[in-house]
């Protein structure tokens, strides 16, 4: 019988699929034996994975310009001509074939037993071989896990799983990616929370805050997650698959109708140029937000990298990720920022955590950072590494005060320090910029702009911050309301302060990417966005439309409005003046 749930739509979209209760298994290497009737399949498999690494080499190779080409390209050589060795290759389809592996297992008991072999050299040399051995079959593993995925993607759309649990950590959604689940049904939760944002970056349509979801679902039950009207149906009628059937069209024809906005400059209805950057969460959403016209990456959240990843990962591991990313933009700047863990991202593998009675006024971003030096100095290491394939930007979160910035600059120069001292051509200059999501970074703004060579407003906490309303809670969801004029006023008071020390801000909260905020936040000034890439053309649609002249106009009566009905109310009148 029909039943509908009603919840928070926390990532949008419609999904039709089965239930599955609570998360599903953790990704794992598949040791059980391959049927015989599969081999053959299994090494063609293999072989497309080997052939998808070595297209990865040849494109990054082609990628690399100047003295770049020369110094990295040899290192490129040598690695793909560990792809063609022979012995390789043939070693892993005897495991397949003789062995009954399957070729991840496979690949990963060939990767142990080479890098036992050179892990037992005397020469340094040889020795270190074994790294390459080492990234040579973590990428082809990538490919084979791509591949795998895409499989299960083409299952889960015929099966088609609908995840329903209590509450999912931005952690196990990293690892749902790729694993074919349609859509995010979670007890408890909020939009503005990191799940939530991660969730759009993965194209998941989720909704949470959902009640008593987890008991009254069965799994294997039919169900319509449906975030436009906020609501989860399970054993839909004839009427609701009609609506989603209405709803896909509509996607589509909403779609070709952006399309059209691809690689278009931004501009407000009046001629002034603003400037859409991309938030990435993932290597995939650089590629996607540069096809659809960017001014760079306003905000590579790189907590996600250690999310997805079992244990802290290496400056190797870190470096090639920020390189990937760095290279992926195409000579866009791309905006690294340094680990935002702590609050509702406490749960990396790998790191020690106290247990904080208050952990979104605890040990967070930047606090934690300066408190565990080594992780932070692996990090920043690793991003100067990548900094010499393309520009660069490193942005700061949580900054309370400036002389954690100060500090971090310090740290920043000895890591370069050593880093040429050990013979890596690091460039000279890098700039290192704050998020502004403190009150008390907002409010003394100017000591910050010393210290800061630009500023990315992050309005997500500044406003739980300002109003005292948890972002992950919804039962504070009424207070926690961005565009509060509390908020508005700070929002005003840090960019007109930017802009007069001569120094770029952009926001690069989820409102930046919010249509029905476009007219907000032209009144206010703001010049550079950034958002999910899949904002970006519906915002340029959005910001279109807008006025700047009459909106900016407009400020000083939207900063002195009663409560954001007032506002609103304000906005219709210059919308239906202009
Ligand atoms: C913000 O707080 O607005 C922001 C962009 O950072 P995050 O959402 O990752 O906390
Ligand atoms: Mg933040």
């Known amino acids: 019988m029909r039943r509908a749930f009603a919840g928070t739509a926390a990532a949008p979209g419609m999904a039709l699929g089965r239930v599955r209760l609570e998360r599903?298994?953790?990704?794992?290497?598949?040791?059980?034996?391959?049927?015989?009737?599969?081999?053959?399949?299994?090494?063609?498999?293999?072989?497309?994975?080997?052939?998808?690494?070595?297209?990865d080499m040849a494109e990054l190779r082609r990628k690399l310009h100047g003295s770049l080409a020369r110094e990295v390209g040899e290192f490129i050589d040598a690695h793909a001509?560990?792809?063609?060795?022979?012995?390789?290759?043939e070693g892993i389809r005897g495991m397949i074939r003789k062995g009954h592996y399957r070729a991840a297992a496979a690949l990963k008991a060939q990767?142990?037993?080479l890098v036992a072999v050179f892990d037992a050299m005397d020469d340094p040399y040889l020795r270190s071989r074994g790294e390459d051995v080492d990234h040579v079959i973590a990428r082809?593993?990538?490919?084979?896990?791509?591949?795998?995925?895409?499989?299960?993607?083409?299952?889960?759309?015929?099966?088609?799983?609908?995840?329903?649990?209590?509450?999912?950590?931005?952690?196990?959604?990293?690892?749902?990616a790729g694993h074919g689940i349609l859509a995010v049904v979670a007890g408890s939760g909020s939009p503005y929370s990191h799940s939530a944002i991660l969730a759009r970056s993965l194209h998941l349509p989720m909704l949470v805050n959902v009640g008593d979801v987890l008991e009254d679902l069965r799994d294997g039950d039919l169900a319509l997650v449906d975030s436009v009207r906020g609501e989860v149906v399970v054993h839909p009628a004839a009427q609701d698959l009609a609506q989603y059937r209405n709803w896909q069209r509509e996607t589509l024809r909403e779609g070709q109708r952006l399309a059209q906005l691809a690689g278009a400059e931004t501009r407000t209805r009046d001629g002034h140029a603003l400037r859409l950057f991309a938030n990435a969460e993932r290597p995939e959403d650089i590629e996607r937000a540069r096809n659809?016209?960017?001014?760079?990456?306003?905000?590579?959240?790189?907590?996600?990298?250690?999310?997805?990843?079992?244990?802290?990962?290496?400056?190797?591991?870190?470096?090639?990720a920020y390189r990937d990313a760095v290279l992926g933009a195409g000579g866009l700047p791309v905006t690294i920022r340094t680990l935002d863990l702590g609050a509702d991202k406490a749960d990396a593998a790998g790191?020690?955590?106290?247990?904080?009675?208050?952990?979104?006024?605890?040990?967070?971003?930047?606090?934690?950072?300066?408190q565990q030096i080594d992780v932070f100095v692996t990090q920043l290491r690793a991003i100067l590494r990548a900094s010499c394939y393309g520009p660069v930007r490193i942005l700061v979160p949580m900054i309370t005060d400036a002389t954690e910035l100060a500090e971090v600059r310090r740290l920043i120069e000895e890591?370069?320090?050593?880093?040429?001292?050990?013979?890596?051509?690091?460039?000279?200059?890098?700039?290192?910029?704050?998020?502004?999501?403190?009150?008390?970074?907002?409010?003394?703004?100017?000591?910050?702009?010393?210290?800061?060579?630009?500023?990315?407003?992050?309005?997500?906490?500044?406003?739980?911050?300002?109003?005292?309303?948890?972002?992950?809670?919804?039962?504070?969801?009424?207070?926690?309301r961005p565009a509060h004029p509390a908020v508005l006023r700070m929002l005003a008071w840090v960019i007109s302060s930017a802009r007069r020390a001569g120094k770029p801000v952009s926001l690069c909260g989820e409102i930046a990417g919010d249509p029905a905020f476009a007219p907000v936040l032209v009144a206010l000034g703001l010049e550079d966005y950034s958002m999910a890439a899949d904002r970006i053309l519906a915002q340029r649609d959005a910001l279109s439309?807008?006025?700047?002249?009459?909106?900016?106009?407009?400020?000083?009566?939207?900063?002195?409005?009663?409560?954001?009905?007032?506002?609103?109310?304000?906005?219709?009148?210059?919308?239906?003046?202009?």
Not at 151 to 163: F, M, N, P, Q, Y
Not at 298 to 318: I, K, M, N, V, W
Not at 555 to 566: F, I, K, V
Request: hydrophobic content about 45%; glycine content about 6%.
């Open 111 to 113: 990767r142990d037993r």
């Open 24 to 55: 599903p298994a953790r990704f794992s290497i598949d040791t059980t034996p391959l049927p015989e009737a599969e081999v053959e399949a299994e090494v063609a498999r293999l072989e497309r994975a080997f052939a998808v690494a070595r297209e």
């Open 351 to 370: 790191l020690v955590m106290a247990s904080e009675p208050n952990p979104a006024l605890g040990v967070r971003g930047v606090r934690l950072s300066l």
């Open 415 to 480: 890591c370069g320090r050593d880093l040429r001292t050990a013979g890596h051509e690091i460039p000279d200059q890098f700039e290192l910029g704050a998020m502004v999501e403190v009150p008390s970074a907002a409010i003394n703004v100017r000591t910050l702009l010393d210290i800061a060579d630009f500023l990315a407003i992050g309005s997500n906490d500044l406003t739980q911050y300002v109003l005292a309303a948890d972002r992950n809670n919804d039962q504070v969801g009424k207070l926690y």
């Open 81 to 89: 001509q560990l792809l063609d060795d022979p012995e390789l290759i």
């Open 292 to 320: 659809l016209g960017v001014a760079g990456i306003g905000l590579y959240r790189t907590e996600f990298l250690f999310l997805a990843h079992d244990g802290l990962p290496s400056e190797d591991e870190q470096f090639a």
């Open 545 to 578: 439309r807008c006025d700047r002249k009459a909106l900016r106009a407009l400020a000083p009566r939207l900063l002195r409005a009663h409560g954001s009905d007032g506002i609103a109310a304000l906005l219709q009148t210059a919308t239906a003046s202009a």
């Open 140 to 176: 082809v593993q990538s490919a084979l896990a791509r591949q795998a995925s895409n499989e299960e993607k083409k299952i889960a759309t015929r099966v088609g799983e609908i995840l329903v649990t209590e509450s999912v950590a931005p952690g196990e959604l990293a690892q749902l």
